[in-house]
């Protein structure tokens, strides 16, 4: 089991930065692969970025060149930069962690922080 709580969401203007945080609790959080998705009303959740336990990353096309994905797995928190925000990044941000085992993923969600770019 891992439980995930995420911080650092809020308001912000378009071009404006937001940096979200993740913590991890619960058992071998470090080998799982984390992952930031995002949210609106009326869509499905989708994937924003992506970082492996050896600190590989991807970040989907919309979101390249603006946000980062890290992690710290001494502190058990992965990261999501957030720059040059705009409008159509405002969303539910949910953290992610996955584990593939004898080929069965176990997902495990945080509860989600809101972020709103808006003038």
């Known amino acids: 089991q891992v439980q995930l709580v995420e911080s650092g969401g809020g308001l912000v203007q378009p071009g404006g930065s937001l940096r979200l945080s993740c913590a991890a609790s619960?058992?071998?959080?470090?080998?799982?692969?984390m992952g930031w998705y995002r949210q609106t009303p009326g869509k499905q959740r989708e994937l924003v970025a992506t970082i492996t336990s050896g600190g590989r990353t991807n970040h989907v096309d919309s979101v390249k060149g603006r946000f980062t994905i890290s992690r710290d797995n001494a502190k058990n928190t992965v990261y999501l930069q957030m720059n040059s925000l705009k409008p159509e990044d405002t969303a539910v941000y949910y953290c992610?962690?996955?584990?593939?085992?004898?080929?069965?993923?176990?997902?495990?969600w945080g509860q989600g922080t809101q972020v709103t770019v808006s003038s």
């Open positions: 619960g058992s071998a959080r470090s080998t799982y692969v």
């Open positions: 992610n962690a996955h584990i593939i085992w004898v080929g069965v993923r176990y997902d495990y």
